[in-house]
C-alpha cells in the first residue's frame, strides 16, 4: 500500500497537542491580584501623604497613583491592568473616606482631598485610553 498524500479526503492529520493556555491565564490572573492589592496600598498611603505634607504630598501621591496604574497597563499589556490597580485604589479611597463611628477619617474635605481623587481617577482614565505598544518584532 501506497501512504495517502497528506491533502488526500482519507488522510489522517498529525495530530498535535493544542497549545496550553493555563499557565498565561494564571500568570495574567496573578498580576491582575497583585495589582488590586498595590493599587490598594497606593490608595491608602496617598490618602495619608496628599493631606500631611501640602501641596509636596499631594504631587507625590498622584504621581505614585499614576506610576502603578501606568505600571498595570505596562505589566500586563491590557486596559484590565489599569482596571485592577484602579479597583483597588478606588476600594481603599472609598473605604478611608467612610470615617469611624468615632468620627475621625482620612479625608477631611478639603481641596486637596478633591484634587487627590478627581485627579486620580483623571490619571486611571488617561492611562486606561492610552495606546499599546506592539510587542517587538523578532
Not at 498524500?5 to 498535535?16: D, I, K, L, T
Not at 497583585?34 to 501623604?49: D, I, K, P, Q, R
Request: hydrophobic share 50%.
Amino acid at each position: 500500500m501506497s501512504p495517502r498524500p497528506e491533502n488526500s479526503p482519507g488522510a489522517r492529520p498529525e495530530s498535535r497537542p493544542a497549545p496550553s493556555a493555563g499557565p498565561r491565564l494564571n500568570a495574567r490572573a496573578a498580576w491582575y491580584v497583585l495589582l488590586f492589592v498595590l493599587g490598594a496600598l497606593v490608595g491608602t498611603a496617598g490618602s495619608f501623604v496628599q493631606s500631611a505634607w501640602f501641596p509636596g504630598g499631594l504631587i507625590l501621591a498622584l504621581l505614585a497613583t499614576a506610576g502603578v496604574f501606568y505600571g498595570g497597563l505596562r505589566a500586563t499589556g491590557t486596559q484590565l491592568g489599569v482596571v485592577a490597580a484602579g479597583a483597588g485604589w478606588l476600594v481603599a479611597i472609598v473605604l478611608l473616606s467612610f470615617g469611624r463611628a468615632e468620627g475621625d477619617g482620612a479625608f477631611g474635605g478639603g481641596v486637596a482631598e478633591m484634587i487627590y481623587l478627581l485627579g486620580g481617577m483623571a490619571i486611571a482614565v488617561i492611562c486606561a485610553t492610552l495606546p499599546r505598544l506592539a510587542p517587538p518584532a523578532p
